[in-house]
């Protein structure tokens, strides 16, 4: 089923994917800040996996490459798929799953990847 939108919708769609993308990036930038990624691994879900500066970094190197995805539209569906996992993951993982309250900000995220992965990148797209 093809989904016809006008072309104010698919400039909409861009403008937001871009803005997601853009706060994705302001949080996926913490990976180059070691003092901070030490910080997150010391948090109670991390300290004891055995590997939990490991997850600290794969988390925000995703939100990092995934915002810069997002940004440039470039594969939107593949961008969107990262950003679904590493949101609910931050949602069920880190969090406490209470996405109605607590975490819904990563929620919110992950939503916003999955209309992005239906609907595409919208209208200034590098690579669908």
Known sequence: MQINLSKSAY?????????????LVYHG???FNSKTMADYAQWE????SGFGL??????KGAELL???????GFYTKIASIIVVITMLGIVFFVGHGKFWYEDQHPFLFALLAIL???????????KN
């Open 11 to 23: 400039m909409g769609i861009s403008v937001i994917r871009i803005i997601t993308g853009i706060l």
């Open 29 to 31: 930038i913490e990976v």
């Open 45 to 48: 879900m991390f300290k004891n």
């Open 54 to 59: 490991i997850l600290v970094y794969l988390g």
């Open 66 to 72: 995934a915002g810069l995805m997002l940004v440039l």
């Open 116 to 126: 992005f992965y239906f609907l595409g990148g919208g209208k200034w797209s590098i």
